[in-house]
């Protein structure tokens, strides 16, 4: 499939450098983008006749696809409830007896095929899903992700002991045979999408033994990992007492070895500074998930001292701690936790109590922006993934994972400015308004088309 887009184009090329076409073009052959400019350069394009033509409206724009770096499929059922309790509470009441309920396929089949649809719709071209500790379900998973064309990372979820009898592996090895059972089948698939990631649920969960067997599959298999980390501080307290010998929550998964740079830690939000520089040595990242650490009360991340820290970020939904399938969503609350630290951090400095820690990356603090968002949702989200190489922008090369947004269309399209106080603007400063619409207003409506790989999936 050969197809040429000509109209406005947005793309991060760095957290804090947006790339705005107003009158461009983006090429795209065999899924790949093979071009990208101003409409001007069209004109010097091989093979330029070749394409299929789209032009976009005025109202339209392309963007990356929105990639969720954290998100617990078998969870979705349970969006919205259980919401007053803090993290193990919350584990313990609704989402173990939940998760349990993953033995059943037929449940399975239901719940995962409608998971899939709603995140490709609100714009989620790549996922990065925790399943269960069930392969029958988990395949189930990985193959309607196939079906309906997402990119996805899949985990089989390991738990070896502090579960509840009724949801726990049966045993280390038990585990590493159903790990290599799930990573084996779905490998065998030969699908470069969809690819299995080791997942330790976290570190209260899993015993060391266990953990440095998954990281020896992670190296075995060439494979991605996945877990949780620093999330709320009952958790934290939990982790020092299950290993003493650890000085930090960090050191107890680096000791694993489980700490690569194609590990994704979900939260981080009580990271000490010493933890930082292993993330940042190690090149491991953080899935920044902002719905789910106010619902939960596990407290405010601060981006942009894991950014100053050099710690790569990328966004999460985590569902169903968040409530929101949306990373646009997830985007808004990511700009009000900064805007909240940021006031709280001012108000500290006028010296009304200490309300933040204090940490050597807090100077000079300004709160994330629009753009920076846009970012994280996309290009932060393939460095924090480890597939910056294929996806995240529209650099040539890469894969066409993309969104067709349309402001014209409900609930941008609610309140207008009048004509007036449109003149004067130029095409990119419109431009940029609309983006500040769709990031602040817009939702899965504005969304008209999403593509994986060129295909279109929505
Ligand atoms: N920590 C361990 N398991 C979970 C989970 O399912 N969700 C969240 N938010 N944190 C966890
Ligand atoms: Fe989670």
Avoid at 22 to 27: N, W, Y
Avoid at 64 to 84: E, K, M, R, S, T
Avoid at 182 to 203: C, G, H, M, Q, W
Avoid at 268 to 294: K, M, Q, Y
Wanted: hydrophobic share 40%; with cysteine.
């Amino acid at each position: 499939m050969e197809r040429i887009f000509f109209g406005q184009i947005i793309h991060s090329t760095s957290f804090d450098s947006l790339e705005l076409l107003t009158d461009g073009f983006v090429a795209v052959k065999n899924g790949k983008i093979t071009a990208i400019g101003a409409k001007s350069e069209y004109e010097s394009l091989p093979e330029k006749e070749s394409y299929e033509k789209v032009e976009l409206t005025e109202s339209q724009f392309l963007l990356p696809g929105f990639i969720d770096c954290h998100i617990h499929a078998p969870q979705v059922p349970n969006i919205g409830l259980g919401l007053d309790k803090d993290l193990l509470g919350w584990l313990s009441t609704y989402t173990f007896p939940l998760e349990a309920e993953y033995k059943d396929v037929e449940f399975a089949q239901q719940v995962y095929s409608t998971v899939v649809r709603d995140t490709i719709a609100s714009g989620t071209t790549c996922a990065c899903y925790f399943a269960t500790i069930y392969n029958d379900s988990n395949k189930v998973l990985a193959d309607e992700i196939i079906r309906q064309g997402q990119r996805a990372f899949v985990g089989k979820v390991s738990s070896n002991r502090c579960c509840p009898d009724y949801y726990i592996e049966t045993g280390t090895d038990a585990s590493v045979q159903d790990n290599i059972d799930f990573i084996e089948y779905l490998l065998s698939k030969n699908i470069d999408r969809v690819k299995p990631i080791i997942t330790p649920r976290f570190a209260i969960s899993c015993d060391m033994e266990l953990m440095k067997k998954l990281a020896e599959l992670a190296v075995r298999y060439n494979l991605n990992v996945q877990s949780h980390i620093s999330e709320s501080l009952g958790e934290v307290e939990s982790v020092k007492e299950f290993y003493p010998h650890c000085k930090n929550y960090s050191n107890v998964y680096d000791e694993a070895k489980l700490m690569t740079n194609r590990c994704v830690l979900a939260h981080g939000v009580h990271l000490e500074d010493e933890e930082l520089e292993i993330f940042a040595t190690r090149g491991t990242s953080v899935a920044h998930c902002p719905t789910s650490n106010t619902n939960l009360g596990s407290g405010m991340c601060d981006v942009k001292r894991l950014h100053a820290a050099k710690v790569k970020v990328g966004l999460g939904t985590d569902v169903s701690g968040g409530n929101r399938i949306a990373i646009y969503d997830v985007m808004r609350a990511a700009l009000d936790v900064s805007h909240h630290l940021n006031v709280m951090k001012k108000q500290d400095v006028k010296g009304t109590g200490k309300v933040v820690p204090t940490s050597k990356y807090n100077e000079l603090y300004v709160p994330l922006n629009y753009k920076q968002v846009i970012y994280l949702a996309t290009l932060g989200g393939a460095e924090a993934l480890s597939i910056a190489d294929k996806v995240g922008n529209f650099m040539p090369g890469k894969e066409f994972d993309a969104l067709l947004i349309d402001t014209s269309v409900y609930p941008i399209n609610r309140y207008k400015l009048p004509a007036a106080l449109m003149q004067n603007k130029s095409p990119k400063e419109m431009l940029l308004e609309q983006l500040q619409k769709f990031v602040y207003v817009g939702n899965d409506q504005n969304i008209v088309n999403v593509f994986v790989a060129g295909q279109k999936v929505k």
